[in-house]
């Protein structure tokens, strides 16, 4: 009787107190305490300098072009990832697990790896560049370029959320829509879609946040043209290179902040969107 | 549930405390050090613990291992210079020394240094990642006047690369500024040598426009209209000029340039000599508070004098960059051809008064590229 009472209050799965542990170990030296130094690092930040960077017309655009370049590509990533998910867990195809597996090579791939081929290939005399640039279309060194090196260090993101949802979907619905009359259309958008703008959404968060920091893809295809193709991690580099350390940790703070409220805003969206389609 | 979560909470604390102290205990962070500098850190740090308690006598016959923390372009000038050194030191004390080299941005690679990736010595690009050194309190005051030639025991200029057979015709600065000329250079608020790129040019306006600055900085701002792209780093402006086959120029240091000939083909590409250009002085320091902590000083600073030996210098010369000593410049009077170069001290000061004036933020190259400020 003492004994299953005990049990009870300790919850069902045994070793909460271990994991428990790790988990604020974990946590506490791969991400609070590198926050922490951060904020840390930003002792010699007033709150005038921060104003000062913050106004600053270079750092200005180049969030212009971190946050709208990160946005392009989520977007991107959200309508080619919910096709690749789509097909990965519809259809039956030959070298379906190699193509499944290709998903992942962009988190095992050096990102500056990434950068450097997709600049050789985009680039004015690059196999792909060279046939786009007569129709006047420049992609390497252009904002297009970076939406382009996110795209691919972003697609994962979304294949892998989305693609377990469909593959766990029930098809009794949309059998007993398709009983009912429903078109293939129709029973997308009234089926599957209100089901998948969960996943989507957290995909579309994760690849923006991923674009917003990413700098080792960007700095080869981007050109880093002050106001035009600058992002807003090369300006940090730049501060440090003249050891402006509070600078540079203005720059991640903002950048840091925005992020943070952008995936806060996504998270909300998709609590609501999941309480409407229950 | 309310018991294990505290439980929870206390292992994390306490094995969070533990592995803190530990941390602390040992001392040595490598924050931002590139891998090759940790590895070559952690194998430094390792041995000269044993000979730190001996470093009262003159030389410890116990071998000895060095750190020289240096930029990119001098992995081959510094492999070949490492073997002579060793073979020297041992040949005259009967101790081996070995040494281990890093290599990365110059400013990157004085952070690490300032992180405390353990440099017995630095040989960097630009007089200035060696003054943060000295105000982080690494280095002492006077660095720059320990050694000659202000403490550059090799130097170096800004020259053209240019396609083979030269199409665009360039010669000079001010052929840059032609309108169907696109240059290729990196960013210099993130390369050393791209800040060195930037006063050449300057240096040049200047003497063509009897010292107007407003004029200099005219031409110079006209020359970046002519950059379609800014890279990061000098290696990556050589790979857009030479691989991308973006842009009919790159201004490069004189030894990339040759690099870049040698390596990538004699049929490609043409060096052009300017008709003056800077004289780029990258210096070389005993790092004073690893030395004495390691008991390192004496090598590390016959490190550094045995660059200025004829042998040191011959090695400087097969890799490019310009000898100092007389003797052997006479020898490769060939290989540098003579051009009109001015000095930093000449046309601009110390490297701290440069830095702020065009390179911090709201420097002058800020202004070129933000309108109206």
């Given at each position: ?171 009794d619905t949309e059998e007993a ?24 959404l957290t995909g579309f968060a ?73 | ?110 952070r690490s240094v300032q992180d ?258």
């Amino acid at each position: 009787m003492n004994v299953t009472a005990k049990t009870v209050r300790r919850g069902t799965l045994p070793g909460f107190g271990l994991t428990m542990g790790y988990t604020v170990l974990y946590l506490s030296l791969v991400v609070l305490i590198p926050l922490a130094a951060l904020l840390f690092n930003s002792t010699g930040l007033t709150l005038s300098k921060l104003w000062d960077v913050a106004t600053d017309p270079r750092v200005l655009a180049s969030y212009r072009v971190s946050l709208s370049t990160a946005a392009a590509a989520a977007l991107a990533d959200g309508v080619l990832g919910l096709l690749l998910a789509w097909v990965l867990a519809r259809y039956r195809f030959p070298g379906k697990r190699i193509f499944d597996a290709l998903i992942d090579l962009p988190f095992a791939l050096p990102t500056a790896v990434a950068g450097v081929s997709l600049t050789a290939l985009y680039s004015a005399n690059g196999w792909i560049g060279s046939r786009l640039e007569p129709l006047g279309l420049k992609i390497a060194y252009t904002p297009l370029g970076i939406t382009l090196a996110l795209m691919f260090i972003g697609i994962p993101f979304v294949v892998r959320t989305v693609q377990p949802v469909l593959e766990d979907m029930e098809r009794d619905t949309e059998e007993a829509a398709a009983t009912l009359g429903a078109g293939r259309w129709r029973i997308f958008r009234k089926v599957i879609l209100p089901e998948l703008i969960p996943p989507l959404l957290t995909g579309f968060a994760l690849a923006f946040a991923r674009g917003i920091g990413e700098y080792g893809s960007v700095v080869f295809i981007s050109g880093n043209m002050p106001m035009r193709t600058e992002i807003a991690p090369l300006l940090i580099m730049s501060k440090l290179e003249q050891y402006d350390y509070a600078g540079a940790t203005a720059v991640a703070m903002l950048l840091l902040l925005i992020s943070f409220l952008m995936i806060l805003v996504i998270n909300l969206l998709q609590r609501w969107a999941h309480n409407r389609s229950r | 549930m309310k018991k294990g979560w505290r439980k929870g909470l206390l292992t994390g604390v306490a094995l969070l405390l533990t592995t803190g102290l530990a941390a602390c205990g040992g001392n040595n962070s490598e924050n931002g050090a590139s891998a090759s500098a940790k590895a070559s850190a952690g194998a430094a740090s390792a041995a000269p613990a044993a000979s730190a308690a001996a470093s009262t006598a003159p030389v410890s016959k116990d071998p000895v291992e060095l750190l020289n923390v240096s930029y990119d372009p001098t992995r081959e000038l510094y492999e070949s210079y490492n073997k002579a050194f060793s073979a020297y030191w041992e040949k005259e004390h009967g101790q081996k020394v070995t040494i281990k080299q890093s290599h990365g941005g110059s400013g990157k690679q004085s952070r690490s240094v300032q992180d405390g990736l353990e440099a017995d010595v630095v040989t960097l690009a630009l007089g200035y990642d060696i003054d943060a050194l000295e105000k982080a309190g690494l280095i002492n005051s006077g660095w720059q006047s320990k050694y000659d030639h202000n403490s550059s025991p090799y130097t170096s200029t800004i020259v053209f690369l240019v396609r083979k057979g030269n199409p665009k015709g360039i010669k000079d600065w001010s052929d840059l500024l032609k309108d169907d000329v696109q240059v290729i250079t990196p960013n210099p608020k993130t390369s050393g040598g791209a800040r060195w790129n930037f006063l050449a040019a300057w240096g040049y306006a200047l003497d063509h426009n009897n010292n107007d600055e407003a004029k200099a900085q005219e031409f110079v701002k006209n020359l970046y209209t002519h950059v379609p792209v800014l890279d990061s780093g000098a290696r990556g402006s050589t790979t857009t000029f030479v691989e991308r086959g973006l842009g009919d120029v790159l201004i490069a240091w004189e030894n990339e340039a040759y690099l870049s000939v040698n390596e990538l083909g004699k049929d490609k590409f043409d060096i052009v000599y300017p008709s003056e250009s800077i004289l780029a002085e990258p210096p070389v320091a005993v790092v004073d508070k690893v030395v004495d902590k390691k008991g390192t000083r004496e090598v590390a600073e016959a490190y550094l004098k045995y660059l200025y030996s004829e042998e040191g210098q011959k090695i400087a010369a097969e890799n490019y960059y310009r000898p100092t000593l007389d003797s052997v410049k006479e020898e490769y009077k060939s290989k540098f051809p003579e051009i009109k170069l001015f000095t930093l001290a000449d046309k601009f000061g110390t490297w701290k008064e440069t830095q702020e004036k065009f390179f911090n933020d709201g420097g002058v190259f800020d202004k070129i590229y933000v309108p109206g400020k």
